[in-house]
């Protein structure tokens, strides 16, 4: 994806920085070796007391600036993970690599040289953002962008050098690279980011890659036969007005009738497909459901880009550049999406890293069959240690409950409230006419409400002057029920030089709902929220100043005039993920 460069000074003092954190890993201070079950030494990086919001099981590169995840994939028993980085500041830089780490699980990782550098015409001057393929015979490729020698952004591939090595440390850049030129109907500086390709029924391999005209985004759709050879479809695959560019395109098959995955070229009449959209002009995520017939080029999404609240996203906090791969040793869609900071540029050089990934999700199909559905994959839960459970705990009007006994700045948080009478809630007469985001961006955790707000007070300080409140409220309206999902960062933090947008989003709520659900992955300075089983998502970025370590607190609250019931809450304190660099290999 595009960025733009930071000022020569910021650079200098970057590479400074740069020089001082190698210097310390090299010399081991601070680190410590460990070896894993495939015999590798690595060294696994500690949070010290210097950096409080350096998370513990998040993944992000040992320093400077990572975005976009890359090409993601499963091949020989091995989870890769591949992401743009710049190697020499933590700020975004005009020689982006591919970074590459390696994981048996999804959560410990190891950081392995890196896979993608600038070093030809085609991709002189940066590698960009793209995808991986499994093509037959289980042989993986990757398709990415280059800028190259005149600025312009190419598509190329890159094969692995050695296929028995299950960690494919090394790449080779294909002879006729570059692949993909941009067409005429698109701006040369404007043409990046390839999709997974999948076979079409006529057994030709389809990739999308984004693009923009003037003021309009668009999906390109090209075909080949041999992986190698590409040709651009007449008309584009999606485009849309008033948006600007589009980056990292998406397009995969969900199942109708199961909570599993499938792979990327399935289609039939038992899945529905879905095109995930990132507007660099917005910093979100957008995702159309809709009908797809490969032998036509026709994607039909449900309902067209309004540019409004309406519009479906992964995730309504900070989350962009998504990417998703079937995860065919489980059955499953993994979905990956980049979190940026929100402390200043400034913040980043001194920190000395900028960037993190979410933890990977599991996608599907709500039986609704109107949204797509979104919960952490279960090996996360490997890193759960000390537990404590509250149950049929009454939390009338006003009131707030400390949940002590778990390390409150590292913590996964599962409550299930029981609700009074839906109709007691709130009346809400025409909600296509209200904003979430600007209804949650109103003092609105501190605000009696009628059935809510309630939900959970996270890096929060002992006093609450310092907290982040992620929570609920439940309203009618003539027609149907809904509920209301915020994260109120306007007391996240005393510190004054921060993004404290506040994000929220709408879902229906069943008429007969009896319960619903909250969980909060809690790591040092993100929060990962899912509501309801993972109907909607939101994921913030926060840096209190006092609620950092062991004066981070977690509450549950309820400000609504009606009581609700904790039915069951489980909260867990969470152990650092083993991420470190490869060492050696000994030979077996």
Known sequence: MKKFAAPLLLMMISLLVFV????????????????????????????????????????????????????????KGVYHFFYQHNPYAATFGDKIIWAHSVSSDLINWIHLNNALEPSEPYDINSCWSGSATILPGEKPVILYTGIDHNKHQVQNLATPKNLSDPFLREWTKHPQNPLITPPNEVEEDEFRDPTTAWHGKDGK????????????????LYQSEDFVNWTVSPKPFFATDNTRVIECPDFFPVSINSTNGVDTSVENSSVRHVLKISYQSKQHDYYFLGKYVSDKENFVPDEKFTGTSKDLRFDYGKFYASKSFFDYAKNRRILWGWVNESDTTQDDIEKGWAGLQTIPRKVWLDKSGNRLMQWPIEEVENLRGSKISITGKKLEGGSTLEVSGITASQADVEVLFELPDLESGELLEDPSEVDPQLLCSKPYASRNGQIGPFGLLALASKDLT???????????????????????????????DLDKTTYGTFFDIDPNLKEISLR???????????????????????????????????YVFNNGSQSVIISKLNAWSLKQAEIGLEGSIRCA
């Open 20 to 75: 001082m954190v190698s210097f310390l890993l090299n010399s081991r201070n601070g680190i410590e070796a460990s070896a894993d079950s495939n015999n590798i030494d690595h060294v696994r990086f500690k949070v010290t007391d210097e950096q409080p919001y350096r998370t513990s099981y998040h993944f992000q590169p040992p320093q400077n600036w990572m975005n976009d995840p890359n090409a993601p994939m499963y091949y």
């Open 205 to 220: 391999w389809r990739v999308i890659i984004g693009a923009q005209k003037g003021n309009k985004g668009k999906a390109i």
């Open 466 to 496: 310092e907290q982040t409140a992620v929570f609920f409220q439940i309203y009618k309206t003539p027609n149907r029920y809904l509920c209301l999902m915020c994260s109120d960062h306007s007391r996240s933090s005393l510190r004054q």
């Open 520 to 554: 909060s992955l809690i790591d040092k300075s993100i929060i990962e929220s899912f509501g309801d089983e993972g109907r909607a998502s939101i994921t913030s970025r926060v840096y209190p100043l006092l609620a950092i370590k062991r004066d981070a607190h977690l």
